[in-house]
C-alpha cells in the first residue's frame, strides 16, 4: 500500500503560481510512476502530467505543456506540480496517483491516489 497526501492547493488569480506537494509513505515510493490529475466541477478526471520512477522522463498534458512541471524527489518521497500562468480554466481539485507499469496517461493504470487538493484561479 501506499498513501499518498496533496498540499499546496488554494485560491490564485490569473497568471499566477503554485506548487502542488505529493507525499507519499508506505511501500517504496522509488518503484511507482507519480501522476497528476485534475477533476473541474461536472467534468470527467483528466490527465495533466507525470513522471516515470527514475525522474528522467516527464508527459504532460497538451494543455499545460511549457506552464507546468513535474517533478520527484525520491529520497524524501515526495511528487510535485510546479504551475505557472495559471488560467481559470485551470481551477479544478488537483490528485497525485501512483502506479506500476502501463500507460501514464491512463486513470486505470494508477493503483493508489490521494484525496486531492482544490486549486481555484480567478480572472
Known amino acids: 500500500q501506499v498513501q499518498l497526501v496533496e498540499s499546496g492547493g488554494g485560491l490564485v488569480q490569473a497568471g499566477g503560481s503554485l506548487r502542488l506537494s505529493c507525499a507519499a509513505s508506505g511501500r517504496t515510493f522509488s518503484g511507482y510512476k507519480m501522476g497528476w490529475f485534475r477533476q473541474a466541477p461536472g467534468k470527467e478526471r483528466e490527465f495533466v502530467a507525470a513522471i516515470r520512477w527514475s525522474g528522467i522522463s516527464t508527459y504532460y498534458a497538451d494543455f499545460v505543456k511549457g506552464r507546468f512541471t513535474v517533478s520527484r524527489d525520491n529520497a524524501k518521497n515526495m511528487a510535485y506540480l510546479q504551475m505557472n500562468s495559471l488560467k481559470p480554466e485551470d481551477t479544478a481539485v488537483y490528485y497525485c496517483?501512483?502506479?506500476?507499469?502501463?500507460?501514464?496517461?491512463?486513470?486505470?493504470?494508477?493503483?493508489?491516489w490521494g484525496q486531492g487538493t482544490q486549486v481555484t484561479v480567478s480572472s
Open positions: 496517483a501512483a502506479g506500476g507499469g502501463g500507460s501514464y496517461y491512463s486513470t486505470y493504470m494508477y493503483d493508489y
